[in-house]
């Protein structure tokens, strides 16, 4: 007989609609804990033993399993229900991501920034005021991005801060070539975000709408886009674990995207386009969304 151990991927046999599980605990004698993709937590009585069977291999692998956002306390609350969310997106946003009301409300504009990033911060713009030694063009020229009429994602603060931040450093050069590493350099990305990252907080602009704007609109098929509360609450409504901390960081970086990827592959069926169209479902699955 198969003793269930904490960390152990199983399958409900009379509710496959629950999908893979995880161990939370090992068995006691009273009951089973587990996790399941699509309803969360569930305590089955001990007795019920019987209706799970271990899972391994190719079919134990999960990201969503990889990456649970357990809740405080002993909750046993569903997660959200992916097919729902995209009936409610569908509902919202006639069309889906081709529709008018999207387009008109979610992507226009974004389209528009991503043309704009690409003419101010495109690769060999930025280089040849690099080549030039002109390092204060970098400088405005990531200024005059995130505060281009379009670009609503930063708020007028954060805004504010980044224009003003300059002062902060002895020149611009500093901010200049790690701008420009982060956006075009090779390697590695994550010490390139790092090093901007620490740029920004001597700046006194560290923060994650300024850091993932630039990327977001200029690499929308790979890159992600963090504004705080939007994106936790559509984590904690995936029970999906972002190791969100206010102060920019690799790790919730790395993790965000992971989610982004997680919901791109999970809503392949209405076709987003890249990133941007899934950083519009998050605004849709977020329950603040009017």
Not at 70 to 87: F, H, Q
Request: hydrophobic residues 40%; charged residues 25%; proline residues 6%.
């Amino acid at each position: 007989m198969t003793t269930f151990l904490k960390g152990m991927r199983v399958k409900h046999l009379t509710r496959p609609e629950w999908g893979l599980g995880q161990l939370l605990e090992d068995e006691s004698s009273q009951d089973i804990r587990v996790f399941f993709v699509n309803r969360g937590i569930v305590h089955l009585q001990y007795s019920a033993r019987d209706k799970l069977c271990q899972v391994t291999g190719d079919q134990a692998i999960s990201i969503p399993l990889d990456h649970i956002m357990l809740p405080p306390g002993d909750s046993s609350r569903p997660v959200l229900n992916l097919s729902e969310a995209k009936e409610d997106f569908l509902k919202r946003f006639p069309g889906g991501f081709s529709g008018k009301r999207l387009m008109d409300t979610e992507r226009t504009f974004k389209e528009e920034l991503m043309r704009i990033g690409s003419t101010l911060l495109g690769r060999q713009v930025l280089q040849s005021y690099i080549d030039a030694g002109d390092f204060q063009m970098v400088f405005d020229n990531a200024s005059q991005f995130l505060s281009h009429q379009h670009n609503i994602l930063p708020s007028p603060y954060e805004k504010m801060a980044f224009r003003d931040g300059i002062r902060n450093l002895p020149d611009s050069k500093r901010f200049a070539v790690a701008l420009v590493d982060y956006l075009h350099g090779h390697g590695d990305l994550e010490p390139r975000f790092e090093t901007l990252a620490r740029v920004l907080a001597d700046m006194g602009a560290d923060k994650w709408p300024v850091i993932t704007n630039f990327r977001f609109f200029l690499h929308p098929k790979t890159d992600v886009f963090i504004k705080p509360l939007n994106l936790q609450h559509a984590s904690e409504l995936c029970q999906f674990e972002i190791n969100y901390k206010p102060q920019i960081n690799w790790l919730t970086y790395h993790s965000t995207t992971v989610f982004y990827q997680y919901l791109s592959e999970s809503i392949a069926d209405l076709k987003p386009r890249d990133m941007v169209d899934v950083q519009s479902f998050i605004w849709c699955i977020d329950p603040t969304y009017s």
